[in-house]
């Protein structure tokens, strides 16, 4: 089971600018000289090995599209951002003779979470498959919405792709791409839902645009139970605790600390931070992330809980 | 949750002890309560003491945060002070340190606010 991040920031797409660039090489550049870095060799051990990830590369900037890989042919993946582009180009990429199915499972309608989709060539192939699964009633209006005049050239209803939009229930199991998949519904204005993914003994949770109310004891044990033993919880980190309670209550999203406590709570292998905020650099994610770290280091019981941060291009092997 | 507690002059020191957690979070804020709406402009200000406390989780901060809401739309101050080392970290996370002015002792927050104040905690 591998899980790919085509989209990981939140809220609205980011790019780097030409002076954030300019940092990094300028940083990279100034720790070589001090380290003597004087063959292409040492080149690649430099970067492998001494330069920080913020510096040698980036979380990048798309918004929340995740693949699992399904090992069929036919792909599944959770919400369609602006990351979905890219992966709708590695699909034509990939295709052969055989017709492009595509299971799409939403968690909300949100712009940030829709906005790849006409951009997704594998709309526009004819033959192609794609199923839009979700729980909410407004899924099929906000994709043919979003592709409305005056707000996108090409209209919905001139997609050549078989679209099929799939009503999902929550707490309701259904099997999707071989995997058994269970929705959750979560706390963000007009409602989100997370899914686990069940199949071979593996668990992957994905659980963004998620606040996580914490005076509710019931709806902490609700997500326990739901995060119960996963392998892989991609969460909504997307704030500090400080803002999570205070500013930004009730703006519908969580806190890197929040994700560490249900994940150990539940029993968690692994935690991936998700939904970055869209003002943070590479700096400040990686900051968050090493802060993270030791958070669950100052907390852990007895095992150890795995902490990440999600970035464009990242691959989990669950 | 019982709540040690002690006035010097017009500073009130609480000191809760062991863990406030998801568990005990909503007890800790009830015990709380009475407290905060004591401190005002014109009243007491107050100090959480936190040498007794050997951690706190996400829910227990979120009672902190709820107590100086209370307290700033009353016109009164809290300060935090004396926490164990990984209780301070935990604050630095979460970022509560751009919120709660911090000390080392509760000496040192005493004095912050009145010399009358520190003269009593020194009696």
Redesign the interface.
Known sequence: MLVRFWGTRGSIPVALTSSDIRRKVETALSMAIAKGVDSPDKVRSFIDNDLDFSIAQTYGGQSPCVEIETGRAEYLVCDMGSGARAFGGRIMAAQKSDPIVVNVLMSHVHWDHIMGFPFFTPAYVPGARIRIFGCHDVIEKAFRLQQSAPCFPVDFSRLSADIEFVKLEAGKTVDIAGYQVTPKLQRHTGDSYGYRFERDGKAIVYSTDSEHKLEDPAETEEFVAFFRNADLVIFDAMYSLLDAVSVKEDWGHSSNMVGVELAQLANVKHLCMFHHEPAFNDERIQSVLNETIRFEQLTRGDRALIVSAAFDGMEIEV | MEIKNKTYGDVLVLSPEGRID??N??DF?NSLVPFIDRCKSDCERMVLDLAGVD?I???G??CF?LAE?QAKSQGGTIVVAAMQP?VK??FE????T??FDTFATVREAIAKFSPAALKAYQA
């Open positions: 998801h568990a979070s909503e804020r951690y989780s996400s829910a901060l979120r945060m809401k990984v970290e935990i996370i979460s970022r509560f751009l919120v």
